[in-house]
C-alpha cells in the first residue's frame, strides 16, 4: 500500500477555482470508485468533504467537486473562500477492505 | 449528537506496549464498522486499522499488521487499538472514526485524536 500522489501544495486567489490531483494504480484509485476526499485544517481532525468520488455529504458546499479518470481522481474546487486554506487528502480503498491516504496538499488562499 | 472520544495515549519507551480507547456515543455502535487513522508529526493520514460493527472482522494496513489489533466491546460502545513493541515512527496522533453509514470505506465522524509519543 503505497501513499497516493498529490501535490504538495497549490494556491489560488480568492473566487478562482482550482483542482488537486491525486494519482494512483489500476491496484487502487484506477480499479475502485470508493475514492473520497478530507479537509483538515490546523489541530483540527478530518472532514469528508467527497465520497463515492464524487458525492458530497450533506452541508459541504457545491463549489467542491470531484471527479476520477484512469488512476488520477481530482478535487475541485470553485470560487475560492480563504476558509478552504487547509490541507486536503485523498483517500481510496486499495483492496481486501484496506484503504490508502495519499500524501496530502496544502491549500494556500492568496 | 454523534461523538467520539479517543484516550490511552501518552509518552511510551521504544518496545512497550499502549491501549487506545475510543468511547462512541450517540448513535447505534453496534452497526458501524470503526477504523483508527494516525497522522506523525507534520505528516499526512495513515489508515491503521479498521473493524466491523460485530467485531468478527478485522483489516489492518501492510505498515500495521503483527503489532497492532484492533477490537471492540459493543456493550460498552468502545472500539480499541492496542499497539505491541512500539517504535519512533508510531508517534503520532491516533484519531477513530466512525464510517458513513451504509459505507465501510469512508470516515463520517471522527474524534480529536489521543498523542501517542514512543522515546526514551
Known amino acids: 500500500q503505497s501513499a497516493l500522489t498529490q501535490p504538495r501544495s497549490v494556491s489560488g486567489s480568492p473566487g478562482q477555482s482550482l483542482t488537486i490531483s491525486c494519482t494512483g494504480t489500476?491496484?487502487?484509485?484506477?480499479?475502485?470508485?470508493?475514492v473520497s476526499w478530507y479537509q483538515q485544517h490546523p489541530g483540527k481532525a478530518p472532514k469528508l468533504i467527497i465520497y463515492?468520488?464524487?458525492k458530497r455529504p450533506s452541508g459541504v458546499p457545491d463549489r467542491f467537486s470531484g471527479s476520477k479518470s484512469g488512476n488520477t481522481a481530482s478535487l475541485a474546487i470553485s470560487g475560492l473562500q480563504g476558509e478552504d486554506e487547509a490541507d486536503y487528502y485523498c483517500?481510496?480503498?486499495?483492496?481486501?477492505?484496506?484503504?490508502?491516504f495519499g500524501g496530502g496538499t496544502k491549500l494556500t488562499v492568496l | 449528537e454523534v461523538q467520539l472520544v479517543e484516550s490511552g495515549g501518552g509518552l511510551v519507551q521504544p518496545g512497550g506496549s499502549l491501549r487506545l480507547s475510543c468511547a462512541a456515543s450517540?448513535?447505534?455502535?453496534?452497526?458501524?464498522?470503526m477504523i483508527w487513522v494516525r497522522q506523525a508529526p507534520g505528516q499526512g493520514l495513515e489508515w491503521v486499522s479498521g473493524?466491523?460493527?460485530?467485531?468478527?472482522?478485522?483489516f489492518y494496513g501492510d505498515s500495521t499488521k503483527g503489532r497492532f489489533t484492533i477490537s471492540r466491546d459493543n456493550s460498552r460502545n468502545i472500539v480499541y487499538l492496542q499497539i505491541n513493541s512500539l517504535r519512533a515512527e508510531d508517534t503520532a496522533v491516533y484519531y477513530c472514526?466512525?464510517?458513513?453509514?451504509?459505507?465501510?470505506?469512508?470516515?463520517?465522524?471522527w474524534g480529536k485524536g489521543t498523542t501517542v509519543t514512543v522515546s526514551s
Open positions: 450517540g448513535f447505534t455502535f453496534s452497526i458501524y464498522a
Open positions: 483517500c481510496s480503498s486499495a483492496g481486501s477492505f484496506t484503504l490508502v
Open positions: 489500476s491496484s487502487d484509485v484506477g480499479s475502485s470508485n470508493f
Open positions: 472514526a466512525k464510517v458513513l453509514t451504509g459505507y465501510y470505506y469512508y470516515m463520517e465522524v
Open positions: 463515492d468520488v464524487s
Open positions: 473493524i466491523g460493527g460485530s467485531g468478527g472482522s478485522t
